[in-house]
C-alpha cells in the first residue's frame, strides 16, 4: 500500500481517523473511501493472480482493504506472520523515536486486534516470524501447501527476501 493513499484516506476519514477507521462504514463519505482503495488496487495489482502486501499501517485499513478485495473479486488467501508483541515493539521504538511506548503497545494491540477480528472465516494461514526467518524452509513449505501457486523454494525465497533484512535480527531483539 502507498503511503500517500494511506495519508488519503486517512485525512477522508476527519479529525481522528483511528476511531473512524473502526466505524468507516458509516463515514458519510464511506463509499468514496472504497472507491479510492478499489483504484489503489486495480492500480497496484491489475490483474495478478498472486499479490503480497506488507504494511504495519495496512491493520487500520484492513476492514476497508477486505471490503474493495471482495468488491473486485479477488481470490483472497491471507498469511499472517505473528512476532511476538515485545519484539515489535522494540522494533518500532526504534524506528519511530517521536512515538512513546504507550503508542506503540496500542498500535500493536490493535492490530492484533484487527487481525484477529477481521479475518475470522477468512482463508487464513498463520506463520511465526521468528519460524519464517530461523527456518524459512519450512515456512515456505506450508505456504506452498497453503497457496498451491507459489513456485519453488528458490523463487519463493527470491520474493521473501524482498519483505526480511536478515541484518536486522528481528527474533533476536530481546
Not at 488496487?41 to 485499513?61: T, Y
Not at 491471507?78 to 523515536?97: D, G, H, T
Not at 501447501?145 to 527470491?158: A, D, G, M, R
Amino acid at each position: 500500500m502507498n503511503v500517500q493513499l494511506f495519508g488519503t484516506i486517512k485525512n477522508l476519514c476527519g479529525e481522528s481517523p483511528e476511531r473512524a477507521l473502526v466505524n468507516w462504514r458509516t463515514l458519510s463519505n464511506c463509499d468514496e473511501l472504497v472507491a479510492r482503495v478499489k483504484q489503489h488496487l486495480q492500480n497496484f495489482v491489475g490483474d495478478a493472480r498472486l499479490i503480497g502486501l506488507k504494511q504495519p499501517g495496512m491493520c487500520d485499513l484492513l476492514p476497508l482493504y477486505l471490503q474493495a478485495i471482495d468488491d473486485l473479486g479477488y481470490r483472497l488467501k491471507i498469511v499472517v506472520a505473528l512476532r511476538n508483541p515485545k519484539e515489535a515493539v522494540a522494533s518500532r521504538l526504534k524506528l519511530m523515536k517521536h512515538e512513546t511506548f504507550d503508542q506503540v503497545m496500542t498500535c500493536a494491540a490493535n492490530a492484533y486486534f484487527s487481525i484477529l477480528k477481521y479475518t475470522k472465516g477468512r482463508d487464513v494461514l498463520v506463520v511465526d516470524y521468528e519460524d519464517l526467518l530461523g527456518d524459512p524452509r519450512e515456512t515456505v513449505s506450508r505456504l506452498r501447501v497453503f497457496i498451491p501457486e507459489l513456485s519453488s523454494y528458490e523463487q519463493v525465497e527470491e520474493r521473501l527476501s524482498e519483505f526480511l533484512d536478515r541484518d536486522l535480527k528481528h527474533n533476536n531483539t530481546w
